[in-house]
Every structure is written in C-alpha cells, then in structure tokens.
Antibody, heavy 117, light 107 residues
C-alpha cells in the first residue's frame, strides 16, 4: 500500500525556518517525480514545487522562489521542503504527492505550518 | 502563467442529481489536466487524469471530458460521500495551477 507521511510542521515566527519531510513507502520512490502542494486556511489548493526522480530538475511557484528548497533522498525514500524567510502567508497545510507526469495519484495527510509571532 | 477558471464556485445538489463542473484554461493545455476531490481534514484524491482517464479505484459515476481550454467533470448520480470541494489542476507548464475550487453542498 502506498503511504506518504509528512512531518516537521509547527509554529514558527516570521522570518524563521522550517524543514518538512515526507516519508514514502509501498512504491519505488526513485521512479517518481514528487510534489508539494499547500492549502492556506479558508483558501484553495496551491501547487508549491516539484522535483525530478534524481533531484536534478526542480520547479517552484514564484511566491516561494529563493526562499524554499525542495530536495529528496532516494536512499531514504524521503522528500523534503526547506522553508526559509517564512511569512504569515506561508501558513498552510502542506501535502506531498507523487507526480506521475501530471497524475498526482497518491497524497499524504498533510502537516500544518503556522507562521506567527 | 496559465490561469484556470473554475465554475461554479459552489453548488447545492441532492443525492442522485447529475452535477457538472467546468474548468477553463487561459491558453491551450491539450489534455494536461486532472480533477481532484478534497474533503476537510483528508488528503486530496485524484479522480481523473489526462482530462478523461478515471483514476484506479474511483467510481464510474465520475467522468471527465474536454481538451484545449475547456474541461468538464461530471458526477452522474451524486452520492452522500461526494459532498466535497473539487479542483482542476493543469500540468502543461510551470507553474502548475489549480482552479479556485467548487464546493458541492447538500441541498
């Protein structure tokens, strides 16, 4: 059974940093692009970033470029999102998902990030 | 960036009703579109990929159609477990963008 489990969320002050993790199991992690999606309170879903199978290609939404870094460790079946210079508008539930050339078939349950003083 | 305009933003329907949700892309995205169901507190769920392909395990009452700039998600007979928010998402170029969502509520 495919499982994606996010962790690392929490309360952080504006300007602070946080590193999210997504632990994958039940499938061959290294075969898939992976994606982060977020949902701010009361808002819709927003695509954040994705990463190619070997980590060589990465893409970001403009609002996080230069502040967030997506990475992966295929040996550990794990996906990461390093978030720096956090802002109040980054407050959201963050989901990781498999990305099979546009088919986001599997999702985690999400981890909540709250940016507030 | 490609903008995805989804309509309606919300609708009220009864169990058994046929429901149609539309997504319009600001430029041609071929069939690079999926539909997702999201219920509060749960992980989003893929219903349709490549505009018209039913994701494995998804009931056949869900269907998708369209290509280019106009896309439709249809629920042929609404069931109690279908009350949720639905989103389209394109993967034609970067950044990927979701539609604003359609909240399907009980009439």
């Amino acid at each position: 059974e495919v499982q994606l489990v996010e962790s690392g969320g929490g309360l952080v002050q504006p300007g602070g940093s946080l590193r999210l993790s997504c632990a994958a199991s039940g499938f061959t992690f290294s075969y898939y692009w992976m994606t982060w999606v977020r949902q701010a309170p009361g808002k819709g879903l927003e695509w954040v970033a994705n990463i190619e199978q070997d980590g060589s290609e990465k893409h970001y939404v403009d609002s996080v470029k230069g502040r967030f870094t997506i990475s992966r460790d295929n040996a550990k079946n794990s996906l990461y999102l390093q978030m720096n210079s956090l802002r109040a508008e980054d407050t959201a539930v963050y989901y990781c998902a498999t990305d099979d050339y546009g088919d986001y078939a599997h999702w985690g349950q999400g981890t909540l990030v709250t940016v507030s003083s | 960036d490609i903008q995805m305009t989804q309509s309606p933003s919300s609708l009220s329907a009864s169990v058994g009703d046929r429901v149609t949700i539309t997504c319009r892309a600001s430029q041609d995205i071929r069939n690079d579109l999926g539909w997702y169901q999201h219920q509060a507190g749960k992980a989003p769920k893929c219903l349709i990929y490549a505009a018209s392909n039913l994701e494995r395990g998804v009931p056949s009452r869900f269907s998708g159609s369209g290509s280019g700039t106009e896309f439709t998600l249809t629920i042929s007979s609404l069931q109690p477990e279908d009350f949720a928010t639905y989103y389209c998402l394109h993967h034609n170029s970067y950044p990927r963008t979701f539609g604003q969502g359609t909240k399907v509520e009980i009439k």
